[in-house]
Nanobody, 125 residues
Framework: QVQLVESGGGLVQVGGSLRLSCAAS????????RGWFRQAPGKEREFVAA???????YYPDSVKGRITISRDNAKNTVYLQMNSLKPEDTAVYYC???????????????????WGLGTQVTVAS
């Protein structure tokens, strides 16, 4: 059974940085695409970043230049480095795994089969 565990969330001031981690267990994930989404209260789940099995990355325009996704296949872990944080980045951040999907389709939460429980990120102004 696939398990994803996010960590690294917390309270940070505007302009600060955080690095989220998502550790996967249960199977080898080197051939899977990995994604990060976030959800603020009262809002829909929003795509933040994705990385495919070969290391290609995808971001929405809203986070380009501030957020970087990376992966360590040896550790089955994906990271989300977030810089220049803004109050609107406040949300619960979720990681997810997708098999056999690449490109812009990775922005669709429906292509992901397994999700973590999320980690809270709060940016204080």
């Amino acid at each position: 059974q696939v398990q994803l565990v996010e960590s690294g969330g917390g309270l940070v001031q505007v302009g600060g940085s955080l690095r989220l981690s998502c550790a996967a267990s249960g199977r080898a994930f080197s051939s899977y695409s990995r994604g990060w989404f976030r959800q603020a209260p009262g809002k829909e789940r929003e795509f933040v970043a994705a990385i495919n099995w070969s290391g290609s990355t995808y971001y929405p325009d809203s986070v380009k230049g501030r957020i970087t996704i990376s992966r360590d296949n040896a550790k089955n872990t994906v990271y989300l480095q977030m810089n220049s944080l803004k109050p609107e980045d406040t949300a619960v951040y979720y990681c997810a795994v997708s098999f056999g999907v690449d490109g812009i389709r990775l922005s669709d939460p429906n292509v992901y089969g397994s999700w973590g429980l999320g980690t809270q990120v709060t940016v204080a102004s």
